[in-house]
């Protein structure tokens, strides 16, 4: 392996392990006990989580469904969790029929209760003008709207969105690949403190 390759690869696990060692014993836990605690108070009352992102984050909505309706480390029973990323069906008739915006909104309008939670994922924020991440918008809306509690996975980058965000988990960068990886952690420690307290 010549040097560049080499330091590319350091820099990048250098990133994620400073960003890591900012995070251990900060806040941020608070942020995701918080969340875990809306979670377990859904399930508990007969709730589900209705979740959903797009690209990269649609990818995590899916793997959270995955590991809650089967398993994430232990034999346990089904959780009910729903990946609004699924249906292609859904996606393009409502983006055909109505528009993009509206495809998680839509779904949580159709399938959401106040017992349940909506958990979005983002590494970016609202942009006006165009449909950049205007989607996670009117699902934590239409979330609000039904009286469904909301859970953020986002970013220092994701600031007009917070006020519709009843939990936010915030990762503290501006690197979309980093804040996945964060994503991804967190992801694995909710399911790990539910699977912990079933």
């Known amino acids: 392996?010549?040097?560049?390759?080499?330091?590319?690869?350091?820099?990048?696990?250098?990133?994620?392990?400073?960003?890591y060692d900012g995070l251990v014993g900060s806040e941020f836990f608070?942020?995701?006990?918080?969340a875990y605690q809306a979670i377990n108070?859904?399930?508990?009352?007969?709730?589900?989580?209705?979740?959903?992102?797009?690209?990269g984050s649609a990818t995590e909505a899916e793997h959270l469904e995955a590991e809650?309706?089967?398993?994430?480390?232990?034999?346990?029973?089904?959780l009910p969790a729903i990946a609004l990323t699924n249906?292609?069906?859904?996606?393009?008739?409502?983006?055909?029929?109505?528009?993009?915006?509206?495809?998680?909104?839509?779904?949580?309008?159709?399938l959401g209760k106040p017992e349940d939670v909506a958990i979005g994922f983002t590494t970016s924020d609202v942009t006006i003008g165009n449909l950049h991440s205007r989607n996670i918008q009117e699902g934590f809306a239409m979330a609000r709207k039904k009286n469904i509690?909301?859970?953020?996975?986002?970013?220092?980058?994701?600031?007009?969105?917070?006020?519709l965000i009843d939990f936010p988990i915030i990762i503290p960068h501006d690197n979309t690949a980093i804040i996945q990886q964060?994503?991804?952690?967190?992801?694995?420690?909710?399911?790990?403190?539910i699977e912990e307290n079933l």
Do not use: P
């Open 1 to 19: 392996m010549d040097a560049s390759t080499y330091n590319l690869f350091r820099s990048y696990f250098w990133e994620l392990r400073n960003l």
């Open 30 to 34: 608070e942020q995701i006990e918080n």
């Open 41 to 55: 108070k859904s399930f508990k009352s007969g709730g589900k989580l209705l979740i959903f992102g797009n690209g």
């Open 68 to 78: 809650l309706v089967c398993q994430f480390e232990k034999q346990r029973k089904a």
């Open 87 to 110: 249906s292609a069906s859904i996606l393009t008739a409502q983006s055909n029929d109505h528009n993009f915006i509206s495809i998680f909104s839509r779904q949580i309008d159709a």
């Open 149 to 163: 509690v909301t859970v953020g996975l986002i970013s220092q980058k994701t600031k007009d969105l917070l006020s």
């Open 182 to 193: 964060a994503h991804l952690s967190v992801l694995h420690i909710l399911c790990k403190r």
